[in-house]
């Protein structure tokens, strides 16, 4: 499964910003995808992850209410949208996809885009 991400860039406080991730190769099995957040010094941190069999989401709490994610299951892509973005929204977005099988001993697989930058800064 390859990833990749776009959308990100510089952006303003208050801002909103689309982040896109197109999956392609073997997509079929994948149960979960979502957006994790790594800024530096930090652990990478879920921001929002949607199933792919119902559709359910979920988000971490300062993202509740402001970022909606959704998926185009025809192009196997995932949308994250972000409103009313402050500078603690800062830094490196990574689309994530979860296939719940064993590979080489490890379960379930996860596969990560290479991520894109998002400043939020005046």
Do not use: H
């Not at 099995?29 to 957006?35: C, D, E, Q, R, T």
């Amino acid at each position: 499964v390859q990833l990749v991400e776009s959308g990100g860039g510089l952006v303003q406080p208050g801002d909103s910003l689309r982040l896109s991730c197109a999956a392609s190769g073997s997509t079929v099995g994948i149960s979960v995808m979502g957006w994790y957040l790594q800024v530096p010094g930090r652990l990478r941190e879920l921001v929002a992850s949607i199933r792919t069999d119902d559709g359910s989401t979920t988000f971490k709490d300062s993202a509740k209410g402001r970022f909606t994610i959704s998926r185009d299951g025809a192009r196997d892509t995932v949308f994250l949208q972000m409103n009313d973005l402050t500078p603690e929204d800062t830094g490196v977005y990574y689309c994530w996809a979860k296939l719940p099988i064993c590979l080489g001993g490890v379960c379930p697989v996860n596969y990560w885009g290479r991520g894109t930058q998002v400043p939020v800064s005046e």
